[in-house]
């Protein structure tokens, strides 16, 4: 089955090596490889100079499937990153537990508190297994971490611009009640490949731009590609964003030197409409899709 692959803009590697491979292992939409199963979650694999690493787990074991049919070995694995406590990114932990026994699994603090969303009138569970959170694989971080050279970890974006309307719905556990989720509990990788660097987002839930802007004031660059669901989508209702807001979501993304990568919670209406804007420097992904570091050109 042929491979859909295609490029990084601005990501390079000296002498031909691919230094960065980064394939989606599970998504909400089927790709080029009618093998792979797809769900209403996310997993990416990447392999790095230094590490083999996941950044979040899917919503079940569907991405172990798809990983023995893509013939990567996460037993290998060295590293997860999980970026929020929902269980379409982090449902699939149990499984990969069970097959991996050495990898550490960096969660924020507060991603193991209950989580859920309301869909008229009906509270519905989302978070992670709770009997999880002890378990010895797991490192539990507080704010940001730099895991090392290639691999930091960020959760501090306090600006609210373009706060998504899609998270009008989504609560979190305090004391005895339910309250708006803030989304502490959500975290994003900057992974640094030489000169080049990629965020991983999950959701994005804080809001794309918001993000954008606090990686910015941490590395004094924008990355060169950002690989993220952007959550202007309903997952439950299928409404997306306000047409007005995405333009304005769009026109400050393009101002950016970044080449985005998108799909999950973003959804087919809203990137389409992004894309009106952005053009070539946004791309959707899914089930199955390889980012190889040594391919600058277009997609294929």
């Known amino acids: 089955m042929e491979e859909r692959r295609f490029n990084c803009a601005g990501i390079n590697c000296a002498e031909g090596v691919e230094a960065v491979r980064i394939q989606t292992l599970i998504e909400d939409t089927s790709g080029s490889n009618t093998e792979l199963v797809c769900e209403h979650g996310l997993s990416f694999y990447l392999e790095t100079a230094l590490h083999k690493a996941l950044f979040d787990l899917g919503a079940s074991g569907g991405f172990l499937k798809n990983a023995r049919a893509l013939r990567i070995d996460l037993t290998q694995v060295d590293t997860v990153i999980l970026s929020h406590g929902h269980n379409d990114h982090g449902g699939g932990l149990r499984e990969f537990l069970s097959v991996n026994n050495k990898a550490k699994v960096y969660v924020q603090e507060s991603a193991f508190e209950g ?23 797991i490192v539990r971080v507080s704010g940001d ?39 502490r509990h959500e975290q ?111 997609m294929r």
């Not at 869909?119 to 010895?136: M, Y």
């Not at 090392?148 to 600006?159: A, G, I």
């Not at 991983?200 to 590395?219: D, K, P």
Request: proline share 4%; net charge negative; hydrophobic share 40%.
């Open 145 to 183: 971490m730099r895991i090392d050279e290639e691999l930091f970890l960020f959760s501090s974006v306090s600006q609210r611009i373009f706060w998504p309307q899609t998270n009008a719905n989504l609560m979190k556990q305090e004391g005895q009640g339910l309250v708006p989720d803030d989304f």
């Open 188 to 298: 994003y990788l900057a992974v640094a490949d030489g000169d080049k660097n990629i965020l991983f987002s999950g959701c994005a839930h804080r809001g794309i731009v918001n993000i954008m802007e606090r990686y910015c004031t941490l590395f004094h660059r924008a990355p060169d590609v950002a690989v993220t669901g952007m959550h202007l989508t309903s997952p439950r209702t299928g409404k997306c964003e306000d047409y007005a807001v995405l333009e304005r979501i769009a026109q400050r993304l393009a101002a950016y030197p970044t080449q985005f990568v998108t799909g999950h919670c973003t959804g087919e209406e809203a990137y389409c409409a992004l894309k009106q804007t952005l053009g070539v420097q946004i791309e959707l992904l899914h089930t199955g899709d390889i980012m190889l570091g040594s391919e600058v050109g277009a």
């Open 115 to 137: 989580h859920y969303s309301v869909s008229r009138g009906t509270l519905h569970e989302i978070g992670l297994d709770p009997a999880l959170h002890t378990h010895p694989q």
